[in-house]
């Protein structure tokens, strides 16, 4: 009898743990669907990180052979580590998020949406019960295996429903005799004028053929009547054209798309199920005009005409665009509080260095690590419910920061001469602003991906930082003499006393 399987299935069937399974069940399919909220969007995490470790360490336990010393207790662990470390990491940080997102994608054959949530991580705190009933529960009475079956196939049932389809736009086109029909992984349209307008479609669209679908790695797309036309959208976010299988390509200057920050602005305020992703998916001939359409995801379709015109189609809500350079300053304010930041915790590194206080720069490692973590957030493109974090991080480093910096700048004040302050000063002002720069230059699309702006950005203010170490470790640092005390008013006019009768 493989003791940790029965072990398993017999607290998965403990009424805690089906309680678990309901409550997952109805918060998914009935509770968000019908009253979304901040209580809905964490009741199902907390559901599932009670019975998941269980119904793991059941299929855990059929792989890993019971010769192994400690079966039970290494299985346990191994099964409890796995849950609570994948829903960390595919809540934390955006890199990480994308590699749980891959892994599943790998394991998984269709579509799901695992949504970054950093407030989410406080259902952690639910595994410790669970814990402690893997801890305390001895063996019980045996469990049918048609029962345990039943009870780890319904928990990874309820596991995989609970990462919805992502809505990654209009990412599936197909045509019919008299229209052309637009899928998203939520709506369908259809388009009875060569895609130059769209209306949604009441039937049931053919959704096993968007299935099918399948998308170059590299967002190349071939003309359906002729493979060795190829189209393609680049970097600046314009499409190109091959006409001899992508050997060479040509750019068409006249069709702009939204840029990656005029995406993240649209995406940055929802806290469900869009997902940006660069077109084009796909392309199809409309059977009625001739013209080439492109789905485009989130940006709706592109059509060629057969003049050879080229125009940017919203499909219902898809393709609206929202963004504009004057809110610029809304989708970066995150990175404009950081730069801020910068300024702050610079002007307290250089000063604790300058005076070789070296233990206290190792203390400001703290905030900078907060600092550290909240960029990599990638507060711009940050959404829904992890604003809930990243916002209450920025403002404890940047009280912290403040205090401990009027701290430093009191001390030079007060026990300092020379020009230490205002070089200080200078260079945190350089470093927030080399920092923020190439940010306004992706917000302007100039700078077309944010890694790229993050990078150059961290690149410039430690470039800014290792120069400004240089100049203040040059500046002369002199302690101000101490003022001599004045005499008060009474013991004045007796030592003028004492002075005139030594004068007689």
Same mark, same amino acid.
Request: proline share 5%; hydrophobic share 50%.
């Given at each position: ?6 072990? &398993? ?10 309680? $678990? ?46 010769? %192994? ?14 849950v609570g470390t ?36 406080? $259902? ?24 345990? =079956? ?17 809505? *990654? ?11 052309? !029909?637009?899928?998203s992984n939520y ?37 359906? @009547? ?56 796909? %392309? ?38 929202? *963004? ?14 950081? =730069? ?20 206290? =720069?190792?203390?400001? #490692? ?16 940050n959404s829904g ?28 004040? @007060? ?25 306004? #230059? ?10 790229? &702006? ?12 290792? &120069?400004?170490?240089?100049? !203040? ?20 006019? =007796? ?8 004068? @007689?």
């Amino acid at each position: 009898m493989n003791r940790t399987f029965q072990k &398993a299935v017999y607290l998965l069937s403990r009424p805690v743990s089906l309680l $678990a399974l309901v409550l997952l069940f109805l918060n998914d399919h009935v509770l968000r669907v019908l009253w979304p909220s901040w209580i809905t969007g964490k009741l199902g995490d907390f559901a599932w990180l009670f019975f998941a470790p269980f119904a793991l360490v059941a299929l855990l336990a059929l792989l890993i052979p019971r010769s %192994v010393r400690e079966h039970e207790k290494l299985v346990g662990l191994l099964a409890f580590g796995i849950v609570g470390t994948a829903f960390f990491l595919g809540n934390s940080f955006v890199v990480t998020h994308g590699f749980i997102l891959a892994v599943v994608d790998g394991l998984i054959p269709f579509p799901v949406q695992i949504i970054r949530d950093p407030v989410d991580l406080i $259902a952690l705190v639910v595994m410790v019960p669970a814990w402690r009933m893997w801890q305390s529960e001895a063996l019980q009475p045996s469990v049918g295996r048609a029962r345990g =079956a039943l009870l780890v196939s319904v928990a990874a049932c309820l596991t995989i429903a609970n990462a919805p389809m992502p809505d *990654y736009g209009i990412d599936c086109l197909y045509v019919e005799k008299n229209r052309t !029909v637009a899928v998203s992984n939520y709506y369908s349209f259809f388009s009875q004028d060569g895609g130059m307008s769209w209306e949604e479609l009441q039937e049931d669209a053919v959704f096993d053929y968007c299935w099918e679908v399948a998308r170059d790695e590299d967002g190349i797309v071939a003309d359906p @009547d002729n493979e060795t036309t190829l189209f393609r959208m680049n970097s600046s976010r314009h499409f190109e054209v091959s006409e001899n299988q992508g050997q060479t390509w040509q750019e068409v200057p006249q069709l702009r798309m939204s840029s990656e920050a005029a995406m993240a602005f649209i995406t940055s305020d929802d806290v469900g199920y869009l997902h940006y992703s660069p077109g084009p998916f796909q %392309v199809v001939r409309d059977l009625q005009t001739g013209n080439l359409i492109f789905s485009m995801g989130l940006e709706g379709v592109v059509v060629l005409t057969t003049e050879g015109k080229w125009a940017a189609v919203a499909v219902g809500d898809y393709g609206l665009e929202r *963004y504009s350079f004057a809110k610029m300053p809304i989708l970066l304010i995150g990175e404009i509080l950081l =730069a801020i930041e910068a300024f702050l915790l610079v002007f307290i590194t250089l000063y604790q260095v300058r005076l070789r206080n070296y233990v206290q =720069a190792a203390l400001s #490692l703290i905030l900078w690590a907060g600092w550290g973590f909240v960029i990599a957030m990638q507060p711009a493109r940050n959404s829904g419910y992890g604003l809930m974090i990243q916002y209450p991080g920025l403002a404890l480093v940047g009280v912290f920061g403040l205090l401990i910096m009027e701290i430093c700048f009191s001390r030079l004040r @007060d026990k300092y001469t020379g020009e230490l302050a205002p070089i200080l000063l200078k260079i945190s002002a350089i470093s927030g602003v080399v920092f923020l720069l190439p940010f306004v #230059l992706w917000g302007g699309d100039i700078i077309h991906k944010y890694e790229t &702006a993050m990078i150059a950005g961290l690149v410039l203010g430690g470039l800014a930082v290792i &120069a400004g170490i240089v100049w !203040v470790l040059k500046t002369p640092l002199e302690l101000k003499e101490p003022e001599e005390d004045e005499p008060a008013p009474e013991e004045a006019e =007796a030592v003028e006393e004492t002075e005139a009768e030594n004068e @007689d």
